[in-house]
Each structure stands twice: as structure tokens, then as C-alpha cells.
């Protein structure tokens, strides 16, 4: 078929479509020959979700001792706050840069474009003598800074040649490209496609959450396969645009869940857990493995002795709490202090608080296996400003909210 979708929610979604990239990017390579590069796009709405897949990617590459090429491709903003060039100086600069809450994966530095280009270690000859001139070139530029002087228009301009034929060469010669779904259309991959690739097989992960459009710029370039992976029942995409948010609400992916493969067995979740979804969302067909269960034993049930007085000393997996705080609406700048008109409630995180100290001090769960979740912006920057204050060890402790959170798990939430 030209194209096929996977859905569920823990059914291994994504472990499957990684799997599947490696089998046709493999197929991609057998089929390449001197004239044309065939290339497989995996993309994804979110840098998290992009770095999630090209992790799993690159660890079976290695555990396979397989000879794919694999491109982690970020966007500007995330390559300049590495690497600002000659965005240093105000003549260059661009202003329509968001700031990047969160930097690229380190793991991932391997792979990542805007390192690749600046290996001075490089296997190959041309590769390692221009990355030299672009690290040297970056070099006098923070020296020109520090002297208030800007660099001349031709030393400018060979700086960017430097940079645009380097990256050109690692995209063509890269047989899988990671990246969002919107940079799948930038220029540099645009150009790579009009002179010396195909784009073969494009997959599109957590597809759900995809506007049409930005599924469209994924998969627009593929003139062999297409494959979109996500669960329609989960989050929408979120539009805010109340003029075509009817419209694009209802992604690709969604739109053509008739024909989509459903993965019925779930590995994520208690069984306890999964019962409600399966019933509610997926017409009791979800179902959870074997190897789920047997890690279900009572001697894991343990730690929910910590909410055992507030759960009525049952042993399911969860827990309903009613707390009968205040909330608080805050009007503030949608930056990392909270959204516009978000809410937050004191008592709500306190009680948070408490179970996490009583998770990792009593129970010795690591923090690492705990997540926190909450729909407002302003609630998980008090409930981060809280764990702080109580003790500093809690950076460790993750607390998202639930759209940053899709995709991921956790042993405690």
C-alpha cells in the first residue's frame, strides 16, 4: 500500500515504527546507485519526539552493527544557541529566533547536523578541513565581538559557503534524516531533494497530533512509501486559531483511521490501568502482554502504602484524590513563568510534594521513575518551584505538562 498507519496507546508504536525504518532504509541503500541517494524521513511534531525515535534508531544501528547514516537535522534556533556564527552580530542576527526551552540531546551529538559539520575528527579529508575553517572562522568572530568590530561582507560570505556546502554534503551522503515535520521543508533538505536524493519512505510519528499541513510537508517529498504512526485517541493537535481550528483539529492521521492497523497488545501499563482506556477509547480490544503482568508482583505494590490512607488501604495501581483548595488564575507572559491565563493551586501541589518525598525517601524509588503531570502551565512551575525549595536533589524529578509529556512514560505518575 502507499500507506499504512499504527495506533494504541503502549502497544509499542514506536519501537515498531523504528524497526520499520531500519528494515526500509535498509531496503533504500540496496536500491541507491551512483546517480541517486535513496533516503528515508522520519519526522515527528516535536523535537522531543524526534530525539526519542532517532535514540532507539541509533542504538539498534549499533547493536547490529549496521552501516546506516544516520542525520539528526534541528532548526536554526536549536543549531545557534550552539553554535550562534554569525548571528553574534546584529547585522546577522534574526529576529524571529524563539528562544529553545530545552536543548538538543547531547546523546545525539553523533548525529546532529550542526556538530557533524564542525568535526574536526572527520574520517573524510574535505569534511575535516572545512569543519576546521568553520570552528576557526566562529572562533575570530567571538574575538571581533569582544572588540566591538564586525567581520567584512566577504569573509562573511565565505563563512556561509563553508557552512552550506557542509551541510549539503552530510544530508546526501545520510541515508535516514531525523527531524519535525516542519523541518522537513526547510531549504537545506528542499535543495538535497532537487539535486541528488529521494526521499523514498517518509514515517510520521505520533501522527495524531499532526495538523494535515504539517503532515503534508513530511511526506510530500516520498515517492514510494508513506507510514504514519500515532493514536487519534489521544491528543488532537492543538490549534488555537478559532477562524480553521475545526478544520485542523482533525489531523491526517485521524482522517484515515478506518484503514489504520490497530496494536491491540499494550506493554506500558498495569493491567488495572489499561482496563479503563481499553473499555472507554478502544472498544475493550486493548489487551496487556504477558510480560507486563508478570512484573506485577505484590512485592512492586509496596510503596502504595504512601496514599494508603487516602486510597482506603485498596492495592490498585491508583488513586482518586479530592483536595479542596483554591485556585489561582494567573494572567502572565507565556514564557516559562506560565501561560496566559493559566491556573495553579497551593494545596494540590503540596499534597504532590508529600508523595514524592514519600515515593523517593520511604520507598527509595528513584526520581527518575516518577513523572508529574498537570494541564496548566502555572501549576507545573509551582509544583517545579516547590520541589526546589523543599529539597534541591528533586531536579531530577520531571514535571511536564500533559501535551509535553505525550508519547513518554513512567514506572510513578
Known sequence: ??????????????????????????????????????????????????????????????????????????GSATERRKYPGLSIFKRYASSGIAVMQKPESEDLRSIALHHRIRNEKNKDEIARKDATKIVDFETKFVKYQSKEVEPLQPEANKYMELVRNAEQREIEASDVVLCTCIQAGNRRLKKSREHSTVVRTSIVDEAGQCTEPETIVAIIGAVNKIVLIGDHRQLQPVVQNS???????????????????????????????????????YGGKLETSAEVKKRQGSKNLMWLSCWGHLNRGSTKPYCFIDVRGSVETNSVAADNKGGEESKANLEEADLVIS???????????????????????????????KLEQTNPKFEKTRVCTVFETQGGEADFV
Open 1 to 74: 500500500n502507499r500507506s499504512s498507519d499504527l495506533f494504541t496507546a503502549g502497544t509499542g508504536k514506536t519501537v515498531t515504527g523504528v524497526h520499520i525504518a531500519w528494515w526500509l532504509a535498509l531496503e533504500n541503500v540496496s536500491k541507491t546507485n551512483e546517480n541517486v541517494k535513496n533516503q528515508l524521513y522520519y519526522c515527528a511534531p516535536s523535537n522531543e519526539a524526534v530525539d526519542l525515535v532517532a535514540k532507539m534508531l541509533l542504538n539498534l544501528v549499533k547493536s547490529r552493527n549496521g552501516k546506516l547514516r544516520l542525520l539528526r537535522v534541528y
Open 243 to 281: 477562524q480553521v481550528g475545526d478544520v485542523l483539529r482533525k489531523s491526517m492521521f485521524e482522517r484515515l483511521s478506518p484503514k489504520a492497523m490497530m496494536l491491540t497488545e499494550q506493554y506500558r501499563m498495569h493491567e488495572d490501568l489499561c482496563l479503563f482506556p481499553s473499555e472507554m477509547f
Open 355 to 385: 508523595i514524592v518525598q514519600s515515593l523517593v525517601f520511604t520507598y527509595k524509588i528513584s526520581q527518575t521513575q516518577i513523572r508529574i503531570l498537570t494541564p496548566y502551565t502555572a501549576q507545573k512551575c509551582l509544583i517545579i518551584q
